[in-house]
């Protein structure tokens, strides 16, 4: 009993002492250094506030004609007058919308074309042509398709989350190594327990990977669809408040979309660390 009262001890000790040595380490890293950043940040706003004060207002006047959305994010005040809490879960609707259709929609195709050389062949072409248009460019069609704007956003979300979730899928699939596979066939292991066992495991880090990338691609997306189509959402409130010259919500606009973003990276993130049960590196 007494020599295990010492080792505890003695290992108490040693955790203070390592504590000690890397909590200078950890505070600089993790709230000096991203605090010095933000006020560089906010310094060059400022000096270039400065030199164009007719249009663009300074943090404090900013921070000051934006304390009502910022206290109240939530209001109700009549027809489309709505907090920007309502507007970013309008926007935050439709990302998740198209975000989860394309997933459920990317991943099996990912799987066939990692799987299948036949798929990869006839399917690959078709990838490389679409994956560099523009999202806007589909707008119209999406339009034209639903002749409404929330669907349509909808839509356009959803052909953007569409590419680098297959190509990360199929990525991950094709880079199962073939031991495993070739054990897999000497236990005679069924197609879909092989699937289910070994290629599913072993792509999830790849896919995981796609539906970040998906993820935010679509929610920078989404800012620029809701300025064209208009209605109620985070990137309209943008383009209105610009229409009006005030620049001081169209920088708390700004802030809200950034923050929403490093949000939801951070929980696929997380979910991702909860599935694989491995811990996640930053992108």
């Known amino acids: 009993m007494v020599l295990q009262l ?10 203070q002492v390592a504590w000690k040595k890397t909590k200078p380490v950890v505070v600089r890293d993790v709230v000096i250094l991203p605090i010095l950043g933000f006020l560089g940040i906010i310094l060059l706003w400022w000096v270039v506030a400065l030199f164009n004060h007719e249009l663009m207002p300074t943090p404090p006047e900013a921070l000051v004609a934006n304390l009502d959305y910022i206290l109240n994010p939530f209001y109700e005040r009549g027809p489309g007058n709505l907090g920007i809490g309502w507007l970013l879960l309008a926007s935050l609707r439709r990302v998740l919308l198209g975000f989860l259709l394309g997933a459920v929609v990317a991943i099996p195709l990912g799987f066939l074309i990692g799987m299948s050389k036949s798929a990869m062949l006839a399917l690959n072409p078709i990838i490389q042509i679409f994956k560099p248009v523009s999202p806007l460019a589909w707008l119209p069609i999406a339009l034209a398709i639903f002749n409404l704007a929330d669907p349509s956003a909808i839509f356009v979300i959803f052909i953007t989350s569409l590419w680098p979730t297959i190509i990360n899928t199929a990525l991950g699939v094709s880079s199962v190594p073939q031991d495993y596979l070739d054990v ?3 236990l005679e292991m069924p197609r ?3 699937i289910t066992k070994i290629i599913w495991p072993a792509s999830l880090p790849y896919i995981f990977t796609g539906l970040r990338i ?4 679509a929610w920078l997306v989404i800012v ?4 064209l189509t208009g209605g109620i959402g985070i990137g ?3 383009w209105d408040e610009w229409s009006r010259l005030n620049l001081s919500s169209v920088f708390l606009a ?8 490093l ?21």
């Open 224 to 227: 620029a669809v809701e300025m």
């Open 263 to 283: 949000i939801l990276d951070y929980g696929v993130g997380k979910i991702q660390e909860l599935v694989t049960r491995r811990p996640t590196v930053a992108k």
């Open 236 to 238: 309209f409130f943008v």
């Open 192 to 194: 879909w327990r092989r």
């Open 6 to 15: 010492n080792l505890a001890a003695v290992f108490a000790v040693a955790g």
């Open 254 to 261: 700004v802030l809200v979309i950034g923050l929403t973003g």
């Open 184 to 186: 897999a066939r000497v």
């Open 214 to 217: 998906s993820l935010g691609i």
